[in-house]
């Protein structure tokens, strides 16, 4: 009987939407760059942390995942830079995801801020994003509205080396603001950073029911839908909200 309920759960995995699909998630910074610092909390250990911790969820789910970094270090490591490390380290996570080709990638980081009042989960895409890009920072940013209160809403207004160059629909998710005291806390509870986790995991699946088309060539070759209405098979702009 428990095998028999084994069997029926791992088949339902492989019917969601998430399933078979390739996502890549890049925790932010990492080695010499700590990113920022506040509330006893390093962001690049916060980014390592719930990346691991997502990446879990999103296996549960049926999904691949890769991710750029799975220890405290940036990609650059001993190897020769040109010029700016930083600049250097953000050329090599573009490089890899052009080597790989998920279906998409995320970008992960926790958020700063000079007053401490600010707070709550953002999702950023760059500012002449369109299309696929644009649908998947909508899904995760009402997923995360409906995970935890935040007043946050889809930032379309930056232009960030990583959201303009690499070659896949793309978003940035601040999971909270670390110079918050509250929120530095609650980042600091593994059951939060689940209730995170299970927000991005259902803001993915709205993306692909979204997109159903869309895919990388490490989920498979790239196809949009005979006739779609956009590239990807995606809409043109944002997809109305979705329950997770």
């Given at each position: 009987m428990i095998q028999a309920a084994a069997i029926l759960l791992a088949g339902a995995a492989t019917l969601g939407p998430l399933a078979g699909r390739t996502v890549m998630l890049d925790p932010g910074h990492g080695g010499k760059d700590g990113g920022t610092r506040a509330n006893g909390i390093v962001e690049k250990d916060l980014n390592l942390t719930f990346a691991l911790e997502l990446e879990s969820v999103l296996r549960e789910r049926g999904a691949r995942v890769i991710l750029t970094r799975r220890g405290d270090h940036d990609l650059v490591g001993d190897g020769p830079t040109h010029g700016n490390r930083q600049r250097e380290n953000l050329r090599r996570r573009v490089a890899l995801a052009r080597q790989l080709m998920p279906d998409v990638y995320l970008s992960l980081h926790g958020?700063?801020?000079?007053?401490?009042?600010?707070?709550?989960?953002?999702?950023?895409?760059?500012?002449?994003?369109?299309?696929?890009?644009?649908?998947?920072?909508?899904?995760?940013?009402?997923?995360?509205r409906r995970a935890s209160p935040t007043p946050r809403r889809l930032n379309r207004g930056i232009a960030h080396y990583l959201l303009r160059n690499l070659p896949v629909p793309t978003a940035t998710v601040e999971i909270g603001f670390l110079s918050n005291p509250r929120e530095a806390r609650a980042l600091s509870d593994p059951g939060y950073r689940r209730v995170l986790a299970g927000a991005v995991a259902d803001g993915l699946a709205c993306y692909f029911r979204a997109c159903p088309s869309a895919r990388g060539r490490a989920g498979g070759s790239p196809s949009a839908s005979a006739g779609g209405p956009g590239p990807w098979g995606c809409p043109a702009g944002p997809p109305p909200p979705r329950p997770g």
């Amino acid at each position: 009987m428990i095998q028999a309920a084994a069997i029926l759960l791992a088949g339902a995995a492989t019917l969601g939407p998430l399933a078979g699909r390739t996502v890549m998630l890049d925790p932010g910074h990492g080695g010499k760059d700590g990113g920022t610092r506040a509330n006893g909390i390093v962001e690049k250990d916060l980014n390592l942390t719930f990346a691991l911790e997502l990446e879990s969820v999103l296996r549960e789910r049926g999904a691949r995942v890769i991710l750029t970094r799975r220890g405290d270090h940036d990609l650059v490591g001993d190897g020769p830079t040109h010029g700016n490390r930083q600049r250097e380290n953000l050329r090599r996570r573009v490089a890899l995801a052009r080597q790989l080709m998920p279906d998409v990638y995320l970008s992960l980081h926790g958020n700063f801020y000079g007053t401490p009042q600010a707070h709550g989960a953002q999702v950023f895409v760059d500012r002449d994003a369109t299309g696929p890009s644009v649908a998947l920072g909508q899904c995760l940013m009402d997923a995360l509205r409906r995970a935890s209160p935040t007043p946050r809403r889809l930032n379309r207004g930056i232009a960030h080396y990583l959201l303009r160059n690499l070659p896949v629909p793309t978003a940035t998710v601040e999971i909270g603001f670390l110079s918050n005291p509250r929120e530095a806390r609650a980042l600091s509870d593994p059951g939060y950073r689940r209730v995170l986790a299970g927000a991005v995991a259902d803001g993915l699946a709205c993306y692909f029911r979204a997109c159903p088309s869309a895919r990388g060539r490490a989920g498979g070759s790239p196809s949009a839908s005979a006739g779609g209405p956009g590239p990807w098979g995606c809409p043109a702009g944002p997809p109305p909200p979705r329950p997770g």
